[in-house]
Each structure stands twice: as C-alpha cells, then as structure tokens.
C-alpha cells in the first residue's frame, strides 16, 4: 500500500481582505522527508502552517495531512503533529514542568518523561517558573513542546531562532534522529546553511504562490555567492576565467566575482595569483534561492 | 471537557479572581459594619426626604421605608449600600474577563499553543466560562460571609438565607454580563474592542433600569435591561427570588456561551 503524503494541498488559496495571502498552492510532502518551507517575510508561509493546523480556514482549495482532511479530521491531525510557531508564546506563570504536564494531559498523557528527557539533553531546568526564561530558553521549551509527543509530522517555524551555535547543533542532531525513526518535518527558515544541512527537498513561495520545489543538492549547483578579491598587484581578466564563475567587476588589484555551484577550481586558481586579501560571505537566501527564481519565475 | 483546561486557566486567573473576592468581600465588611452607627440615627427620616427618583436610585422602595422615629432597616442599609451595586460590581468583573478570556489569549498567542493539541474550540470557550462560574460563586460566598461577619461586629443577626439569595441574583445577573462578555471576546479577538462594547452594553442595560424606575412613564422600558429583575430589597425582606430574572439570567449566560463557542468554532484565529 502507497502511504498518502504527509501533507498535501491542492488549489489552496486564503485571502484576507484585500490581500490574497496564498494562491492556488499545490504541494506535496511525502512522508519521512525533510521539507524546507522557503520566502521572504510575508509570502504566505505562516498562513500555509496555519490552514494545515486548521486554526485558519482556506478560502479555496483544500489541505490534508497524513490523508486527513485539515478541516473535518483536525483533532485527529493535532493528535499526530508537533508545532513549533515562529513566536513561541507560552503561559509564563507556570514552570516548565507544570506547562509541559499540562500540555502532556491534553494529549492524552504518556509522553511527559521524553520532555523531561529533552529538557535534560537541551539543558533546559524545567522547575523555574517560564516566567524567569530567557528567549532561547522558551525557543528550547517550544522545541521540546513539539518533538515529546514523537509526532508524525514535525511542523517548525525558524526552529533554532535564538539557540546558541551548540544547541543549534543538538538541534539537528535530535532532527535527524526523527527523520530516522519515520518522522517527516516541514521546516520553515531563513538560514541557508541550517536548510542544506537538514532538508531533503525545499519549496520557495513568493507573494502566496509556490515558485519552485527543488532537491537541496539541486539547489546546491545553483548556488551563487560573491567572492571579492584584492590582490598585491593588478592581474588580467582573464586569468579569473572559470567555469562557474562569473566576472562581474574588475578593477586592477580588486575583483567580485559571482561565484556558481563548487569552488575548488576557484581555489586553486587563486593560489596560483598574488591574492592580498579576500571576503567571501556565506550565501544568503537572497543571493541564491530568491534571486534565482526571481528571474526565471515570475508569480 | 478536559480536567486540566480548567484547572490551568483557574490557576492562571488565580491573582485577579481572589483581588477581586477580597476587594468586593472588604467592602461588604465594611458597609455591614457601619450598620452600628446608623441602626439607631433616624436615618430613615434622612432618606425619606430625598427625592423620590434619588431614592428608587438607590434600589429601594420609597412606600416601603419606615415611619419617623423608628430604628433604619438593615435590609434597606445594605440595600443601598452594598447590594444595589453588587450586580453591576459582577458585573464590571464579567467584562473584565470576559472580554479578555479568549481574545487576550489570541493577542498574546497562547491560543495557538493550546489550539495547536487536540483540543476542541469549544472546550476552551467552555473552560473560561467555567472559570468564570467558580469565580463567582466564590464571589458570592465570601461577599455572604463578610457581610454576616459586619453584622456580627454591628451587633445585629439578619436572616442569611435572604441575604445569599439576594447575592445569588446579582451573581446571576453577572454571569449574563461575563456570558456576552465572552461572546465579543470571541467575536472580534480583541480585549479592546469587546470590553467597550460588552461595557457599554453594561451600563446601557443599567442607566435604562435607572432611567425606568425614575420616570414612571418610561417603567415599561426597564424590561429590556438585565438589571431590571434585581430588585435586593425586596428578596432580603420577604425572601422571595424573582423567578423571571433567575430564568432569564442563566438563560442569557448560556446563550451567549453557545454562541461565543459556535463563533470561536468557525473564526479564523489570526496572528
């Protein structure tokens, strides 16, 4: 038997007034995979997580997860889903223990000790009050409120928003140990480095359509970054010549160059050359994911 | 409906429920009390030579104060002082929560946490209004009680049950406010917006009842107002409840719980 998808919509739109939020969105997640849900602020994201989680309601079209209707089936899909908000918003007079317990209840019960596990592993002291947190503290508790009930599907908005570089880490670690055990993720971020490193596939949405569904490695070969150089004395054009790389300003001893998919060759070539100096940021998503569908695909 | 949906949010109103209890408690206290030094003042005599509109305004019956020289009824005391208020007192709490239970919730983005378990919509429209019903039953008990003790520290006993009874109509004529309090709160999302309307709604349904037993040729409008039911009086005297307000009440609160539920159940829940 065919599994039905983790998550699934067909013509979906929602409109809020004036504003057409998503329009006529088709996308399919399979189940076990890791799904980056990519774009600007305001493309339509939040309001695609929110229509899945049926707190808003499609104006055309329809969602199921895990082949259930996101409307008629919505308590059964809550009962099998781990939600992550972009702003986790918690009740703070309560202590960690005591939110958890009571979140724990509305499941059903059963799931508090893998809280208290996490908890452990995120180094998160359950027993102050939510109150007394910090944000990256109240970042983990969310993160632990979405993963203990070992959900199907795993929905994350910008999950390590506000973690430090080594929780970021163990962050991936217990995600990639729920792929493992089946668990399909749909990831919402901005960070390019975080959606390679855990994605399997990724959608791109622009102004509440969805502009591209890539493979990360895909993506990868598409890349672009800008490398700018300074070198000790000026060197010709053409020595910069490579495939892949595109020379976009020259100027004597200092050129920037658009820099597309692997650098070794490039590496290896500026070795060769009297390199004074060179920057080369890491790719953001609009240098590469927006910037590139931006042009081939216009909504 | 989930044990711990209530447990929780009782524990989350804790501090502005028990601010509330004490505050209004103190103030029964405080009128039952000063029932010593005006028991014996023909104070009576005072009342009666204010207009009769000031008079009704106050929640009593001008034919029914007593004749010169005799001792101030503590029926009519507390009357004026403490139960002529009461319902609006409830009620003022009911706005407060009501209008804030659900739509404070959505401002602050805990609705999504919660919403986001399997929990029905209904189920935590019904969790506030409950919290709601606990609190006021409270309301009313240590209201009872303070006020029994003011009398005791005046010197005076009064038949209690009259005095609960009379409590137990402005708590109900309070859970109708708190009930379509609730009902805005989850209409428009927003604490703002549904404590103006549920306010002014609120003292719409008050300066009408004032406005009707004030003017006699307006009496008729007074059926209109929720308060018109509560006449405090006249259950401490003759122990009698005003079944067409006991009725009403309850029936208003419910009403409007169902809607607030059905309303909550079909909204978009924005961010």
Known sequence: MIASPAIQTVDLSKRYGSVQALEGLNLTVQQGEVFGFLGPNGAGKT????????LIRPSRGRAAVLGLDCRRDSLAIRRRVGYLPGDVAVYRPLTGEGLLAFLDHLRGGGCLGRGRELAERLDLDLSRQIGEYSTGMVQKLGLIIALMPRPDLLILDEPT??????????????????????????????ILPEVERVCDRVGILRQGRLVAVEDVQAIRHKRVRILTVSFRQPVPREALRLEGIEVRQMDGRQATLAVY??????????????????????????????????????? | MSGHLLRVNLYLHRWTALAWIVGLAAMAFMVAALYRSVGAFDYGQFIKNLPNALIAAMGLDPKALPPAGSRY????????????WAPLAVGIYGVVYGSGAIAREAENRTLDLVLSHP???????????????????????????????????????????????????????????????LLFSCLFLSTGKAAAVGGLLTVAFYAIDLVSRTVASIGWLGNVSLFHFYRAERVLSTGHLDWTGVAVWPLVAVCAVACAAATFQRRDILV
């Open chain 1, 261 to 299: 998919g692997h650098v070794p060759d490039l590496l290896r070539r500026l070795a060769e050359l009297p390199v004074e100096d060179f920057v080369f940021p890491e790719a953001t998503l609009e240098d590469t994911f927006m910037k590139f569908y931006s042009g081939e695909t216009e909504p």
């Open chain 1, 47 to 54: 309001t695609t997580i929110r229509v899945l989680l049926d």
């Open chain 2, 73 to 84: 009824p503590v029926e009519s005391w507390l009357t004026q002082e403490f139960l002529s």
């Open chain 2, 119 to 181: 929990v029905p919509r209904a189920w935590f429209v019904v969790a506030k209004a409950l919290v709601f019903l606990v609190s006021v039953t409270l309301l009313v008990v240590a209201s009872g009680v303070a006020l029994q003790a003011g009398l005791a520290a005046a010197g005076t006993t009064f038949h209690m049950a009259n005095l609960y009874l009379a409590l137990l109509e402005a708590a109900l004529a309070g859970l109708a406010i708190g009930g379509y309090s």
């Open chain 1, 161 to 190: 928003k506000g973690l430090d570089p080594l929780v970021q880490v163990e962050i991936y670690n217990i995600l990639s140990e729920e792929r493992d055990r089946g668990c399909t993720v749909f990831f919402s971020s901005h």
